[in-house]
C-alpha cells in the first residue's frame, strides 16, 4: 500500500505546510511570552516557578487575594507607604469606615484605572467596598467558573493545534512506533497539564505535574515541527517500492 510522504508532496504544498507551521510556531511563542509575564509574576520574583503555579491554581492561603496581587502581579503599582495602609486595613479586619478614609483613595488614584466595570481589568472590579472585599479574603487561587473556563478554551484550542500538526508530521520518514509515540505524547500532556490545574488547586503538589506536562508540550511542538520542515525541504527521499 503506498505511502504519501513530503516527497510526493508538490512544492506548493510544501509552501503551505511550511507557513503554517511557522505562523503557529510564532503564536506559540507568543503564548509562552503571555504565561511568563503573567504567571511568573504571581509570587513577585522573576522567572516562571513552582511558586508562581501554586499561588495562581492553589492559591496564597496565608494571606487575601488582594495581599497576594499587591506583592505579586500588581507588585511596584503602589508606594511601600500605600502598600502598608492597605495591608493594615485588611489585617485590622477590612471595615468600610476605614476602607473611604485610607484605602479608596489610593485605589482611586493608582488602580481604578485600570480595575473599572468599563477598563481593561473590569473582571477585577476595584470601585466600591463591595467589590474591594470580594478579594480581602483568603487566596485559594482560580474559582472553579475560571478554572472550568479556560480549560474548555485550552482543550480545544491546544486539541486542533496538535492535530494539525500532525496532519503534517505525519508524512515524515520515520518509524511506525516513533511517530505514533510522537503523536500521543502531546496529546497526554494537555490532559496532564490541564487535569493538573484541578488537582492543584486541592492539593498543590501537582503544581510539579503541570510544569511537566507544559513541558512535554512545547518539546512536542518542537520535534514535530522542526522534524517537519527539515524532512520537508532537505531529506532526500527514500526508494520505495
Not at 31 to 48: C, M, N, Q, R, Y
Not at 203 to 221: C, K, Q, R
Request: glycine residues 8%.
Amino acid at each position: 500500500m503506498f505511502k504519501r510522504r513530503f516527497s510526493d508532496c508538490s512544492v506548493s504544498e510544501r509552501l503551505l505546510h511550511t507557513s503554517f507551521i511557522i505562523t503557529l510556531g510564532i503564536g506559540y511563542l507568543f503564548a509562552l511570552f503571555l504565561i511568563f509575564s503573567t504567571v511568573s509574576t504571581e509570587d513577585g520574583k522573576p522567572g516562571l516557578s513552582v511558586e508562581d503555579v501554586i499561588i495562581k491554581y492553589h492559591g496564597n492561603r496565608s494571606g487575601t487575594k488582594l495581599e497576594a496581587a499587591l506583592t505579586g502581579i500588581m507588585k511596584g503599582r503602589l508606594t511601600p507607604q500605600d502598600h502598608l495602609v492597605i495591608v493594615s486595613w485588611i489585617h485590622n479586619g477590612g471595615k468600610e469606615s476605614g476602607f473611604n478614609e485610607k484605602v479608596a483613595p489610593i485605589l482611586t488614584k493608582d488602580c481604578v484605572k485600570c480595575h473599572n466595570p468599563d477598563g481593561i481589568m473590569k473582571q477585577v472590579d476595584l470601585v466600591g467596598y463591595r467589590n474591594v472585599m470580594k478579594y480581602v479574603k483568603v487566596d485559594t487561587g482560580e474559582s472553579i467558573g475560571a478554572l472550568v473556563k479556560l480549560s474548555h478554551i485550552h482543550l480545544f484550542g491546544m486539541s486542533i493545534i496538535f492535530y494539525l500538526l500532525a496532519k503534517i508530521f505525519i508524512l515524515t520518514e520515520l518509524s511506525p512506533l516513533w511517530k505514533r509515540t510522537a503523536i500521543i505524547i502531546p496529546f497526554a500532556a494537555i490532559l496532564m497539564d490541564i487535569g493538573s490545574w484541578w488537582f492543584t488547586k486541592y492539593d498543590y503538589i501537582f503544581a510539579y505535574t503541570v510544569e511537566i506536562g507544559g513541558f512535554m508540550m512545547a518539546l512536542s511542538f518542537a520535534f514535530q515541527a522542526f522534524l517537519s520542515l527539515y524532512q520537508m525541504w532537505f531529506m532526500r527521499a527514500k526508494t520505495r517500492s
